[in-house]
T-cell receptor, first 113, second 108 residues
């Protein structure tokens, strides 16, 4: 079963709101990822967790805060976002590190007003 | 020079033809190569991974890797309208990078 789930599917938030995106996988994978994707662009890597530890942070602004409560769950906490942060946020997981195949969830479409 | 480049699209092929998608990369120590398909409004779906030089076939899809030329390609045989999507090449070397994607249209 190569399934990664994400909630919510859609999210609209104001610039002063705090919200969280959630991701879950039950494939026994030990690496999980957050990507941001703008229209007609490839996904941009934001964060990588490997064995529940943050291993890569691609210079993402602090208004995005990742959290990995356990090996199956990944959260992305959002605070004081800007309209330009509106995008599709994708979660992915892989068996171990980024040399392995990554499987993507359906994404959360975020709109910041 | 961009780390991963793909042939600029859109690429249009008639139904039943072979679609050829190309990708070049700059990091000589790259060791893992992936092709993803992404339909409009959906998330990327893994089609194929390839790690060693040569061809790898899976159904109508064939991935070809040439590390000496720093080149990886994806061939889609008997193209169907349902293959119309954006195809993303991804490379793992010193870091993990997606190419810009090539949009493929298969015309009935």
């Amino acid at each position: 079963d190569t399934e990664v789930t994400q909630t919510p599917k859609h999210l609209v938030m104001g610039m002063t709101n705090k919200k969280s995106l959630k991701c879950e996988q039950h494939m026994g994978h030990r690496a999980m990822y957050w990507y941001k994707q703008k229209a007609k662009k490839p996904p941009e890597l934001m964060f990588v967790y490997s064995y529940e530890k943050l291993s890569i942070n691609e210079s993402v602004p602090s208004r995005f805060s990742p959290e990995c409560p356990n090996s199956s769950l990944l959260n992305l906490h959002l605070h004081a976002l800007q309209p330009e942060d509106s995008a599709l946020y994708l979660c992915a997981s892989s068996q171990q590190d980024t040399s392995y195949e990554q499987y993507f969830g359906p994404g959360t479409r975020l709109t910041v007003t | 020079q961009k780390e991963v480049e793909q042939n600029s699209g859109p690429l249009s092929v008639p139904e039943g033809a072979i679609a050829s998608l190309n990708c070049t990369y700059s990091d000589r120590v790259s060791q893992s190569f992936f092709w993803y398909r992404q339909y409009s409004g959906k998330s990327p779906e893994l089609i194929m991974s390839i790690y060693s030089n040569g061809d790898k076939e899976d159904g109508r899809f064939t991935a070809q890797l040439n590390k000496a030329s720093q080149y990886v390609s994806l061939l889609i045989r008997d193209s169907q309208p349902s293959d119309s999507a954006t195809y993303l090449c991804a490379v793992y070397g010193q870091n993990f990078v997606f190419g810009p994607g090539t949009r493929l249209s298969v015309l009935p």
